[in-house]
C-alpha cells in the first residue's frame, strides 16, 4: 500500500498543507474531512510510520499535521515526537472520535496536541482560516498549553458590530448568564428563557442557542419547540450539548438547530459559528425578497 494516499489541490494554491495522519476514514470524520478537501492542500497518510518516513513529501512540509483517532489510545506520544522532529514547525491537532470522550479520564492525550472533538472541529476550522486570511495566528500555531484553548482565545476577530436579538435556552441562569456576558461584549443583545420557554414570547431574534445535556428525547422535544418558535423569524439555532455522538447530532440537526457544539465550548467558535449563520440568514433573506420582487 503506498504510504501517501491521497493529495488534495495544489501547493501553489496558498491554501493550508496539511498531513492527514490515522484513521481519515472514520464515519465521525466525514464533514471533517469534506471541509479540508474543499479548504486545504490534504495529504494523508496511514500512520506516523509512514508520514515521517515518505521522502516525496519533503517539499511539502505541512503547516498542520492532524492525527485522526477514533479511539482512545490510538494517539501514541512517541509517534507525535517522531513527526516532530520531521516537521518541527507543523501544529498538531488531534481529531477525536466519539470514543475519546473519557480520554482525559482513563488514557494519557499525548502532550504538546491540541484537542479538537469531531462535532467541533468544522467549527474550530472555519476559525481558523479566518484567522489566517486575516494575517493573524491559527490556534495551531500557538503553545499547546490549555490558554490555547482558553474559551476567550481569540475574541477579537469575530466581535459584531451590527448587533442583534440573541434568545438563550440553557438548563440555569448562571449558564445564560455567562453567555449573556459573552454575547454582549461582542454586540448582542440577550434574552433568556427558562427551559421550555413557559409563557415567554420573544419577536424580532436574530439567533438562539438552546443548551441541553445528552440529546435524549424529552430534550430533543424541547429544542425542536425552541426552534418553532424561532422559525417566525427565520432565526438559526445553534444547540450545545454533552459531547454527542454522531447519530445525537443527526437528531439534533432534524429537530430543526443549524449548527451543533459539544460542552465544554470554545467561545471563540461559538461567536464564529454564530456570526456565520447569521450572515447566512441575512443572505437567504435577501435572495428571498430579490426573487419576490423578479
Known amino acids: 500500500m503506498q504510504s501517501r494516499i491521497e493529495t488534495i489541490n495544489n501547493a501553489a494554491s496558498g491554501l493550508p498543507t496539511v498531513w492527514s495522519v490515522g484513521d481519515a476514514d472514520d464515519p465521525d470524520f466525514l464533514e471533517a474531512f469534506d471541509l479540508l478537501h474543499a479548504t486545504a492542500n490534504v495529504i494523508r497518510f496511514a500512520d506516523a510510520a ?6 516525496d513529501c519533503a517539499e511539502r512540509s505541512p503547516d498542520l499535521i492532524l492525527f485522526a483517532a477514533s479511539r482512545s489510545g490510538m494517539l501514541r506520544g512517541r509517534d507525535v515526537e517522531r513527526l516532530r522532529r520531521r516537521v518541527p514547525l507543523a501544529g498538531l491537532v488531534a481529531l477525536l472520535g466519539s470514543w475519546c470522550e473519557g480520554e482525559t479520564r482513563t488514557g ?3 502532550p504538546g496536541v491540541l484537542r479538537c472533538f469531531w462535532y467541533d472541529f468544522p467549527h474550530w476550522w472555519r476559525r481558523q482560516l479566518a484567522l489566517r486570511v486575516a494575517g493573524l495566528c491559527p490556534d495551531w500555531a500557538r503553545p499547546a498549553t490549555k490558554d490555547a484553548y482558553d474559551p476567550g482565545t481569540n475574541l477579537q476577530h469575530v466581535r459584531n458590530s ?3 436579538l440573541i434568545v438563550l435556552e440553557t438548563t440555569c441562569w448562571e449558564t445564560g448568564d455567562a453567555l449573556g456576558d459573552v454575547l454582549r461584549a461582542s ?10 420557554g ?6 424580532g431574534a436574530t439567533a438562539g442557542i438552546w443548551e441541553g445535556r445528552q440529546l435524549d428525547e424529552p430534550e430533543v422535544s424541547r429544542l425542536s419547540e425552541f426552534c418553532r418558535r424561532l422559525a417566525k423569524d427565520d432565526a438559526p439555532v445553534i444547540a450545545l450539548a454533552d459531547f454527542p455522538r454522531r447519530e445525537r447530532c443527526e437528531v439534533a ?10 460542552k465544554p465550548w470554545l467561545n471563540a467558535d461559538l461567536l464564529a459559528t454564530l456570526e456565520r449563520l447569521r450572515q447566512r440568514s441575512v ?11 423578479a
Open 50 to 55: 509512514h508520514a515521517a518516513g515518505d521522502s
Open 108 to 110: 494519557r492525550p499525548a
Open 162 to 164: 451590527s448587533g442583534g
Open 187 to 196: 454586540g448582542y443583545a440577550t434574552v433568556w428563557i427558562r427551559p421550555g
Open 198 to 203: 413557559c409563557g415567554a414570547q420573544v419577536c
Open 253 to 262: 440537526y432534524r429537530a430543526g438547530a443549524a449548527a451543533v457544539l459539544g
Open 283 to 293: 443572505r437567504s433573506d435577501t435572495d428571498s425578497k430579490i426573487a419576490r420582487a
